[in-house]
């Protein structure tokens, strides 16, 4: 039986898995002989389910989610087909992201940098910082708000980084988008 976490539902969805039951393995044992959890719990959810194997989901950025379709498709986890779909569905979502605001990401005047390298995965991704410039903005997760060292910066954005009722795909697209429209607001452009 394959035991999925609550924050990544639909990714049996994207490999072809049907026969499969959300559970808490944080802080349970779920008598599963595969766990799919967040990435970074791996040691947590290890005490709790040694016999378990244990698949982290990287998906701060579609890119980290492609990946991690891929190392279930190397593990032979799942129908190959159906993760293929999957994985060209995503490269598609991520390509038609990035084409639709590719000139406002290249015309925006500031460096744009975070405190997380969750937040600074997603901002590389976009295509940010390729030049430098004078003026600086910040952008921290809404679980991390630790500005002691941001005096250095000319503008500072908050980004709500988990957003529980969504699904995968659709948290990655809206902290893309919540962060071109942060800084769309900052430098009125198109996005």
Same mark, same amino acid.
Do not use: Q
């Given at each position: 039986? *394959? &035991? $999925? ?5 639909? *990714?049996?969805? /994207? ?26 719990? /791996? ?13 982290? $989901? ?16 190397? !593990?032979? *986890? &799942?129908?190959? #087909? ?9 490269? #598609? ?15 925006? %005047? ?7 390298? /969750? ?7 976009? &295509? ?27 503008? #500072?954005? $908050? !980004?709500?980084?988990?957003?529980? %009722?969504?699904?995968? $795909? ?15 607001? *900052? ?5």
């Amino acid at each position: 039986m *394959i &035991g $999925v976490s609550k924050m990544y539902f639909d *990714i049996p969805n /994207f490999l072809g898995i049907s026969d499969f039951k959300i559970v808490e393995p944080y802080n349970n044992y779920c008598n599963s002989d595969i766990l799919i959890i967040s990435n970074g719990y /791996f040691d947590k959810v290890r005490l709790f389910n040694p016999d378990s194997e244990i698949m982290e $989901v990287k998906s701060a950025t579609f890119l980290e989610l492609i990946e991690t379709l891929e190392n279930f498709k190397r !593990l032979e *986890i &799942g129908d190959l #087909k159906t993760i293929d779909e999957s994985i060209n569905y995503l490269k #598609k979502k991520d390509l038609d992201l990035k084409t639709k605001n590719r000139d406002f990401i290249l015309n925006f %005047g500031y460096n744009v940098t975070s405190n997380s390298k /969750f937040i600074e995965k997603i901002i590389n991704d976009l &295509g940010f910082n390729r030049y430098p410039f004078e003026k600086n903005i910040l952008i921290v997760p809404d679980y991390d708000l630790n500005l002691k060292n941001a005096s250095n910066f000319d503008l #500072k954005i $908050v !980004l709500k980084t988990h957003k529980y %009722g969504l699904s995968t $795909v659709e948290r990655i697209e809206d902290r893309y988008l919540s962060i071109l429209n942060s800084l769309n607001n *900052i430098h009125p452009n198109k996005t």
